[in-house]
C-alpha cells in the first residue's frame, strides 16, 4: 500500500485520458470522480477503473467527448440520451440541466439512457445539493454488470442497482445515502481480491450457488453471484429500480441479451427538488436538526463510539485522505502504469510513479 497525493493522482489519471482520446473537460471530469471516490472511500469507484475503463474504450463500448443529447424536455421533465459516451461528463452535463430547471421550476424528473459507468451514484446527489437540491437517484446496468442473484436463486440475474438520496444541509454542507441493493458493491470485491484478502460471510455465492468468501471463487468460471441486502427486501427494491432506470427511461432492465449489454450502461431516473419551493428553508433545516440530535443521541452499542448519519463516513474519511493522502494497493498501481504505457505516456516507470505520492 502507498498514499498517493490526490492533486498529483488526479492529473495523471486525466493525462491517461488525454492520450487516449478524451478531450481536457472529459479527461479532468472522469479523473476527478474517480479519485474523489477513492478520497472519499470508496476504492471500489475509484482508479482502480482506469484500466477497466480503458479496455471498453478500446473495445469500442464507449464513445469519445459525446454530448447529450435531448429527447424530449418540458418543465420539469429530461429525457436524455447519452449517446454511450462516458458516464461522468454525461451525467455532469444532464446534472446541469436537471438542476437548472429545479431550481426555476420546483423539481425535475430526468430519465437518463445510455450512458456510461457513472461511477461513485452518490456524486450526483452531492452535486445535486451543493445547489440547494433534494435528490433521488434510481441507477441499473442493461445487461453488463449482472452480478446479483435473486432472493432464493443461486446465480447473476440482476446488476447491483444503487441508489442514491440526497439532502442539503446548513453549512453548505448535505447528507447523502448511497449504497447498492447487493449486500456489496462488486468493485469492493476486486479490492479484496487485488489485496488478496477475503470477504465476510454471507456476501457472495461461488459459481455453484454455494456460499463463500472467497473473492477468487467469485470471478474464476463458473463465476458466483452477489446476494441482494436484507434478503427479500433488497431484491424487491433492485428489482423495481431496474424497471426504474431500465426500462421506464428506455434503456433497458438488466438481460444479457440485450442489443447495449454489451457494454456497461448506467442508466438513471433521478427525481431533484428544489427544498425551497416546498417547504421554508427554516423549518426544513430545524427539523433535519431535531431528528439528527434525536437519532444520535441514542445509547451507543459496544464498541461504537458514534452513530453516523448517511454519508458521514465518507465525509470523515475525506478529510482524513486530503491530508495523508490516497492509499493504492500494488496491484492497482501496476494496472494503472500499465494502462498509462498502454495509451502512449513514456517513462512510466516506478521512480515516475513515486513522484506521485503523497
Ligand atoms: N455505478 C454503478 O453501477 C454502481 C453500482 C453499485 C454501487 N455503486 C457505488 O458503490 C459505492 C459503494 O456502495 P455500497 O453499497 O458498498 O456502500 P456502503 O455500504 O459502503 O455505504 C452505503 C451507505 O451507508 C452509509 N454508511 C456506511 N457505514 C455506515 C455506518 N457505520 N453508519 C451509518 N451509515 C453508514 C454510507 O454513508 C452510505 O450512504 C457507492 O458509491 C455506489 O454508488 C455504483
Same mark, same amino acid.
Given at each position: 500500500?502507498?498514499?498517493?497525493?490526490?492533486?498529483?493522482?488526479? $492529473?495523471?489519471?486525466? /493525462?491517461?485520458?488525454?492520450?487516449?482520446? +478524451?478531450?481536457?473537460?472529459?479527461?479532468? +471530469?472522469?479523473?476527478? *470522480?474517480?479519485? &474523489?471516490?477513492?478520497?472519499?472511500?470508496?476504492?471500489?469507484?475509484? %482508479?482502480?477503473? %482506469?484500466?477497466?475503463?480503458?479496455?471498453?474504450?478500446?473495445?469500442?463500448?464507449?464513445?469519445?467527448?459525446? +454530448?447529450?443529447?435531448?429527447?424530449?424536455?418540458?418543465? +420539469?421533465?429530461? *429525457?436524455?440520451?447519452?449517446?454511450?459516451?462516458?458516464?461522468?461528463?454525461?451525467?455532469?452535463?444532464?446534472?446541469?440541466?436537471?438542476?437548472?430547471?429545479?431550481?426555476?421550476?420546483?423539481?425535475?424528473?430526468?430519465?437518463?439512457?445510455?450512458?456510461? *459507468?457513472?461511477?461513485?451514484?452518490?456524486?450526483?446527489?452531492? !452535486?445535486?445539493?451543493?445547489?440547494?437540491? %433534494?435528490?433521488?437517484?434510481?441507477? /441499473?446496468?442493461?445487461?453488463?454488470?449482472?452480478? !446479483?442473484?435473486?432472493?432464493?436463486?443461486?446465480?447473476?440475474?440482476?446488476?447491483?442497482?444503487?441508489?442514491?438520496?440526497?439532502?442539503?444541509?446548513? $453549512?453548505?454542507?448535505?447528507?447523502?445515502?448511497?449504497?447498492?441493493?447487493?449486500?456489496?458493491?462488486?468493485?469492493? @470485491?476486486?479490492?479484496?481480491?487485488? $489485496?488478496?484478502?477475503?470477504?465476510?460471510?454471507? !456476501?457472495?455465492?461461488?459459481?455453484?450457488?454455494?456460499?463463500?468468501? &472467497?473473492?477468487?471463487?467469485?470471478?474464476?468460471?463458473?463465476?458466483?453471484? @452477489?446476494?441482494?441486502?436484507?434478503? *427479500?427486501?433488497?431484491?424487491?427494491?433492485?428489482?423495481?429500480?431496474?424497471?426504474?432506470?431500465?426500462?421506464?427511461?428506455?434503456? /433497458?432492465?438488466?438481460?444479457?441479451?440485450?442489443?447495449?449489454?454489451?457494454?456497461? =450502461?448506467?442508466?438513471?431516473?433521478?427525481?431533484? !427538488?428544489?427544498?425551497?419551493?416546498?417547504?421554508?428553508?427554516?423549518?426544513?433545516?430545524?427539523? @433535519?436538526?431535531?431528528?439528527?440530535?434525536?437519532?444520535?443521541?441514542?445509547?451507543?452499542?459496544?464498541?461504537?463510539?458514534?452513530?453516523?448519519?448517511?454519508?458521514?463516513?465518507?465525509? /470523515?474519511?475525506? $478529510?482524513?485522505?486530503? @491530508?495523508?493522502?490516497?492509499?493504492? &494497493? #500494488?496491484?492497482? =498501481?501496476?494496472?494503472?502504469?500499465?494502462?498509462?504505457?498502454?495509451?502512449?505516456?513514456? #517513462?512510466? &516507470?516506478?521512480?515516475?510513479?513515486?513522484?506521485?505520492?503523497?
Amino acid at each position: 500500500m502507498k498514499n498517493f497525493n490526490h492533486l498529483k493522482l488526479t $492529473k495523471f489519471i486525466s /493525462n491517461i485520458f488525454l492520450q487516449s482520446g +478524451s478531450n481536457e473537460e472529459e479527461s479532468f +471530469s472522469i479523473a476527478d *470522480h474517480l479519485v &474523489d471516490s477513492n478520497l472519499v472511500g470508496h476504492d471500489s469507484h475509484g %482508479v482502480i477503473r %482506469v484500466s477497466k475503463y480503458i479496455q471498453w474504450l478500446n473495445d469500442g463500448n464507449i464513445k469519445l467527448n459525446q +454530448s447529450i443529447k435531448i429527447i424530449k424536455e418540458d418543465n +420539469s421533465f429530461l *429525457h436524455i440520451d447519452g449517446n454511450f459516451g462516458y458516464g461522468q461528463p454525461i451525467a455532469k452535463q444532464s446534472f446541469n440541466l436537471g438542476i437548472k430547471k429545479a431550481k426555476k421550476n420546483g423539481h425535475c424528473i430526468l430519465a437518463l439512457k445510455n450512458l456510461g *459507468h457513472i461511477g461513485r451514484v452518490g456524486a450526483w446527489s452531492e !452535486m445535486a445539493a451543493l445547489n440547494g437540491c %433534494v435528490s433521488v437517484l434510481f441507477v /441499473n446496468t442493461s445487461g453488463f454488470g449482472i452480478l !446479483m442473484a435473486p432472493h432464493g436463486g443461486t446465480d447473476r440475474r440482476l446488476s447491483a442497482n444503487p441508489i442514491a438520496i440526497g439532502i442539503p444541509i446548513e $453549512k453548505n454542507d448535505y447528507l447523502v445515502l448511497d449504497m447498492a441493493t447487493s449486500v456489496v458493491a462488486e468493485g469492493k @470485491i476486486m479490492v479484496a481480491k487485488n $489485496k488478496g484478502s477475503k470477504l465476510p460471510e454471507g !456476501m457472495i455465492l461461488d459459481g455453484y450457488g454455494n456460499p463463500t468468501n &472467497d473473492p477468487i471463487k467469485f470471478y474464476s468460471e463458473p463465476v458466483g453471484s @452477489i446476494l441482494p441486502f436484507g434478503g *427479500h427486501k433488497g431484491f424487491g427494491l433492485a428489482f423495481m429500480i431496474d424497471i426504474l432506470s431500465g426500462a421506464l427511461t428506455g434503456g /433497458n432492465s438488466s438481460h444479457p441479451d440485450n442489443d447495449n449489454s454489451h457494454s456497461l =450502461i448506467n442508466n438513471t431516473l433521478a427525481i431533484i !427538488m428544489d427544498t425551497q419551493q416546498t417547504v421554508s428553508n427554516n423549518y426544513f433545516q430545524n427539523d @433535519i436538526n431535531r431528528l439528527t440530535t434525536w437519532v444520535k443521541d441514542s445509547p451507543k452499542a459496544d464498541n461504537v463510539s458514534e452513530i453516523l448519519l448517511p454519508g458521514e463516513i465518507e465525509k /470523515n474519511t475525506k $478529510k482524513e485522505r486530503l @491530508i495523508n493522502g490516497v492509499p493504492l &494497493d #500494488d496491484q492497482t =498501481i501496476k494496472d494503472i502504469k500499465d494502462t498509462a504505457i498502454l495509451v502512449g505516456i513514456k #517513462d512510466v &516507470d516506478n521512480d515516475f510513479i513515486y513522484t506521485l505520492l503523497n
